[in-house]
């Protein structure tokens, strides 16, 4: 490809791109494949069954990293890890149940899920992530607190 060629590419990549105005030292660099993409290819392969594999491919649909931000495809993943007991993904499945997020909002739920993945968690993790549970607990009666404790106790005998 020659000098020319090659310059009038690299402007229309930037143009493409948004970028106006910037300089790229290298065509090459604006194609580069996003390390996100491989990860979701490889989780979403190793996904079924593989609790830690669902819940990063959730963590990826979350964050749309790698693939198009999904908060249902996000709840969906960290669902199947969450039952199968991976404490960070029953953490992300509160915390959607929380917000209203791919799930709908529903407090019981959230509580259930937090103080599951709290009560699993250790030091400063588990601190937090009790605050989290407590924090959902201040919007709910104690009604709902308690059915939330006996759904988490329930899950958890049925294990």
């Known amino acids: 490809m020659g000098r020319c060629n090659r310059s009038v590419a690299t402007a229309l990549l930037l143009v493409v791109a948004g970028i106006n105005g910037a300089v790229a030292a290298d065509a090459r660099t604006v194609r580069r494949p996003s390390p996100y993409a491989a990860a979701a290819a490889i989780a979403t392969r190793a996904a079924r ?25 996000a ?39 937090l103080n599951l993945s709290a009560s699993q968690a250790v030091g400063a993790d588990g601190d937090f992530k009790a605050r989290m549970r407590d924090a959902v607990a201040s919007k709910m009666t104690d009604r709902q607190i308690h059915l939330a404790q006996r759904m988490a106790v329930a899950w958890y005998r049925s294990r």
């Open 49 to 73: 069954g593989n609790a830690v594999a669902e819940f990063r491919l959730g963590w990826l649909y979350l964050n749309g990293r790698g693939v198009p931000q999904d908060y249902h495809l």
């Open 75 to 113: 709840a969906k993943w960290f669902y199947d890890a969450a039952v199968a007991g991976q404490g960070d993904a029953q953490y992300q499945l509160g915390m959607l149940y929380n917000k209203g997020k791919g799930v709908p909002r529903d407090y019981v739920l959230a509580y259930m899920w």
